[in-house]
C-alpha cells in the first residue's frame, strides 16, 4: 500500500513542478534549475532505473509463464492478435468502419485466445 503513496507523491510533485515552470519536462527544469551535467546526472540515472524496471517485469512475467502456462499461451495469442489487427487496420476497408469491425472480433477473438490458452498450455521445460 505504502508503494501506492510514494508514486502517488512522485507524479504530484512533477506535475506541480511541471505546471509551475510553463508545463516544461523535468529534464528541462533540471536544466534551468541545476545546468547541463545535472541533466546528463538525471538522465543517467532515469536510464538505469529503467532498466531495473524492466528487468523485475520480466522477472514476475517469467516466473507467471512458468507457474501459469495458459497465460504464456494466451500471451503469444495476442501478439499474434495484435499484428493481424495492426495489418487489416491499415490495409483494409475505410477508417471508421474497419475499426468498429476489427474492435468487435478483437474482442470476441481475446475471449477465446483467453479459453484456448488454459485449453493448450505452451510448456517451456527450461533448465539453467
Same mark, same amino acid.
Given at each position: 500500500?505504502? !508503494?501506492?503513496? +510514494?508514486?502517488?507523491?512522485? %507524479?504530484?510533485? $512533477?506535475?506541480?513542478? =511541471?505546471?509551475?515552470? %510553463?508545463?516544461?519536462?523535468?529534464?528541462?527544469?533540471? !536544466? %534551468?534549475?541545476?545546468?547541463? !551535467?545535472?541533466?546528463?546526472?538525471?538522465? @543517467?540515472? =532515469?536510464? $538505469?532505473?529503467?532498466?531495473?524496471?524492466?528487468? &523485475?517485469?520480466? /522477472? *514476475?512475467?517469467?516466473?507467471?509463464?512458468?507457474?501459469?502456462?495458459?497465460?504464456? =499461451?494466451? =500471451?503469444?495469442?495476442?501478439?499474434?492478435?495484435?499484428?493481424?489487427? #495492426?495489418?487489416?487496420?491499415?490495409?483494409? #476497408?475505410?477508417?471508421?468502419? !474497419? +475499426? *468498429?469491425?476489427?474492435? *468487435?472480433? #478483437? &474482442? @470476441?477473438?481475446?475471449? @477465446?485466445?483467453?479459453?484456448? #490458452?488454459?485449453? *493448450?498450455?505452451?510448456?517451456? /521445460?527450461?533448465?539453467?
Amino acid at each position: 500500500m505504502e !508503494r501506492f503513496f +510514494f508514486g502517488a507523491v512522485h %507524479d504530484l510533485g $512533477s506535475l506541480a513542478t =511541471s505546471l509551475k515552470t %510553463d508545463g516544461k519536462s523535468i529534464g528541462v527544469i533540471i !536544466r %534551468d534549475q541545476i545546468g547541463m !551535467r545535472g541533466k546528463q546526472l538525471f538522465i @543517467i540515472f =532515469s536510464f $538505469s532505473t529503467l532498466i531495473l524496471v524492466i528487468g &523485475v517485469f520480466a /522477472d *514476475i512475467i517469467a516466473k507467471t509463464f512458468v507457474a501459469n502456462p495458459g497465460v504464456a =499461451s494466451a =500471451s503469444i495469442f495476442f501478439i499474434g492478435l495484435a499484428i493481424a489487427f #495492426g495489418w487489416v487496420n491499415k490495409f483494409v #476497408g475505410n477508417k471508421k468502419t !474497419r +475499426f *468498429i469491425i476489427l474492435t *468487435i472480433f #478483437g &474482442v @470476441i477473438l481475446m475471449y @477465446i485466445f483467453v479459453y484456448l #490458452g488454459m485449453k *493448450i498450455p505452451i510448456v517451456l /521445460d527450461y533448465k539453467l
